[in-house]
């Protein structure tokens, strides 16, 4: 597939796995930090013939390293957050109109049209900064729904617009601005979906997603919490319709690795390092060993159990300095 576009007509496996080799073959050479991470670990780039040998990325090398391959400069870096002393992560976009094409193509496959939506963003941490990928997502989608918008924490302006609007709703949300809202006015929210992304970032207490669910199911009257799966480091998100349970879109993967060694890749439904294959990157890196913990069940979708002990990571560091 040598057109980035062509990544949207994948139907199966074994198409994904042939664009997968394909951009593999390509970024070993042309992104100096892959290139560098696989000579270390001993991985001859010609030798890997199947998806399932290919090296994912640290991706820490994206706070350390400039991971881009592109031929012309990035119209945007995105920049993770991160809180005091912390160095964020980079992630050049070689291309906006690719990113925007992505998110909404990857929205359509489990929530249809956004213009049958109305998008309400609760972001007040990302939208003080700059360089949030999630608030450029936001922000576009809600202009394609047509209705929604940012409300920071300004919860008696986003109840009173909620409860006027007459469309499906979604309220896409930081997981402790969720848990703020839940806790400080406890409001029943019909016709909507509750989608958390984004952690307590150090602002609440870290809890079980069981038991966070429960919190927000119980004060917000619904079923079930949706879940968005992203990261700056990523073009593509997977979504979840509820019960932590997390499934991609057709150009994006996810596999559980053994976290001492990071070359194992466990069976399903074993608990290990999340590895996501996200062929969207096709400028930067498509392979990324994440900090993430999880399983992977046997039809592609997995589960996200937290941030991994850094104490019991082994060898994954190579380049970091």
């Excluded at 976009?93 to 990857?106: C, G, K």
């Excluded at 109840?159 to 709703?169: C, E, N, R, S």
């Excluded at 509820?242 to 994006?252: E, L, S």
Aim: hydrophobic share 35%; glycine share 8%.
């Amino acid at each position: 597939m040598n057109n980035a576009c062509e990544i949207f007509d994948i139907k199966t496996e074994r198409e994904f796995e042939r664009a997968a080799l394909e951009l593999f073959r390509k970024q070993a050479e042309k992104c100096p930090p892959y290139r560098e991470y696989l000579s270390l670990i001993g991985v001859n780039p010609e030798e890997v013939d199947e998806y399932e040998k290919i090296p994912h990325l640290p991706i820490e090398l994206f706070k350390t390293h400039d991971v881009y391959c592109g031929d012309d400069k990035p119209e945007a870096v995105f920049t993770s957050s991160a809180t005091t002393g912390m160095t964020p992560s980079c992630h050049p976009m070689h291309s906006l109109a690719h990113y925007e094409r992505t998110f909404r193509a990857a929205f359509r496959t489990f929530y249809g049209e956004p213009s049958r939506w109305s998008l309400y963003a609760l972001l007040p941490n990302y939208l003080r900064r700059q360089g949030s990928s999630l608030v450029y997502m936001a922000d576009r989608l809600i202009r394609e729904c047509g209705s929604g918008g940012f409300y920071l924490d300004d919860y008696d302006r986003l109840l009173h617009d909620m409860a006027t609007d007459p469309k499906p709703k979604i309220l896409l949300g930081v997981s402790y601005a969720l848990w703020d809202l839940a806790e400080k006015y406890a409001p029943k929210l019909p016709d909507t979906i509750i989608m958390e992304t984004g952690g307590m970032k150090g602002y609440r207490e870290e809890l079980p997603k069981e038991e966070f669910h429960k919190i927000l199911c119980t004060a917000f009257g619904v079923q079930e919490i949706h879940s968005e799966y992203g990261m700056a480091e990523l073009t593509s998100q997977a979504y979840s319709a509820g019960g932590n349970r997390f499934r991609c879109p057709a150009w994006m993967r996810v596999t559980a690795r053994d976290i001492n060694d990071p070359r194992d890749l466990l069976p399903a439904g074993t608990r290990g390092g999340l590895n996501v294959t996200d062929l969207a990157n096709r400028w930067s890196c498509a392979f990324i060993e994440t900090q993430d913990a999880g399983r992977v069940f046997p039809d592609g979708s997995f589960e996200v159990a937290g941030r991994i002990d850094h104490a019991e990571i082994r060898g994954c560091n190579l380049l970091v300095q």
